[in-house]
């Protein structure tokens, strides 16, 4: 299966200002996404990201707020922008490496962030 | 709209049988998971099951579909205090979609 390599692997930052998280696959992948975990929740889907066309969001989340990159078919990034305590959250990006099938789904480490 | 719901806690003893509930309201639901989260990790998949299977088993674990109570369950046999850890259950609908979590059981094992 795929390595994921994901950074920070945590942080403290103060309210309003932007956290970009990078995930780093050692594989080619189709899809990456990008979920976050509140404390005490299950993970919610942010979005899906493609190489070469727009990230796909789910409801409730805005590229503006979560703008998204996929430069190359093995990296991504997600900024969580003008931070509030309520952004506090892992962030765990996926991917489903090929080959794989649906029972590929891989997960990052997660990047615990806290805004203060 | 997708929902999967579980128990929040569990608590066992080492060597005993654990069993970790999950209920899901997608008839459509395809593949089934259970993912295990440590402390400081990410998430481990570690088994899954496809909706025309009622069990599989895999080494100490076992898992259970009742697919007309859209009930699903992992038995975790001689359960150890490394078996520690936050469980998902998550499905999904078809190959390649996204998943859907439930909010996790947290499973202790005390010695």
């Known amino acids: 299966s795929a390595v994921i390599s994901q950074k920070p692997s945590r942080d403290i930052c103060q309210r309003g200002t932007s956290l970009t998280i990078q995930c780093q696959v050692d594989s080619q992948v189709t899809m990456m996404f990008w979920y976050r975990q509140q404390p005490g929740q299950s993970l919610t889907l942010i979005a899906t990201?493609?190489?070469?066309?727009?990230?796909?969001?789910e409801s409730g989340f805005v590229i503006d707020k979560f703008p998204i990159s996929r430069p190359n078919l093995t990296f991504s990034t997600l900024t969580v922008s003008n931070m509030s305590p309520e952004d506090s959250s892992i962030y765990l990006c996926?991917?489903?490496?090929?080959?794989?099938?649906?029972?590929?789904?891989?997960f990052g480490s997660g990047t615990r962030l806290t805004v203060v | 709209g997708e929902d999967v719901e579980q128990s929040l806690f569990l608590s066992v003893r080492e060597g005993d049988s654990s069993v970790i509930n999950c209920t899901y309201t997608?008839?459509?639901?395809?593949?089934l998971y259970w993912y295990k989260q440590e402390p400081g990790a990410g998430l481990q998949l570690l088994t899954y099951i496809f909706s025309n299977m009622d069990m599989k088993q895999d080494q100490r674990l076992t898992v259970l579909l009742n697919k007309k109570d859209k009930h699903l369950s992992l038995r975790i046999a001689d359960t150890q205090t490394g078996d520690s850890a936050i469980y998902f259950c998550?499905?999904?609908?078809?190959?390649?979609?996204?998943?859907?979590f439930g909010k996790g059981t947290m499973l202790l094992v005390s010695p």
């Open positions: 997608d008839s459509s639901s395809t593949y």
């Open positions: 990201a493609n190489q070469g066309s727009e990230a796909t969001y």
């Open positions: 996926s991917v489903v490496p090929p080959g794989q099938g649906i029972y590929g789904y891989t």
């Open positions: 998550a499905e999904t609908v078809s190959g390649y979609s996204t998943l859907t």
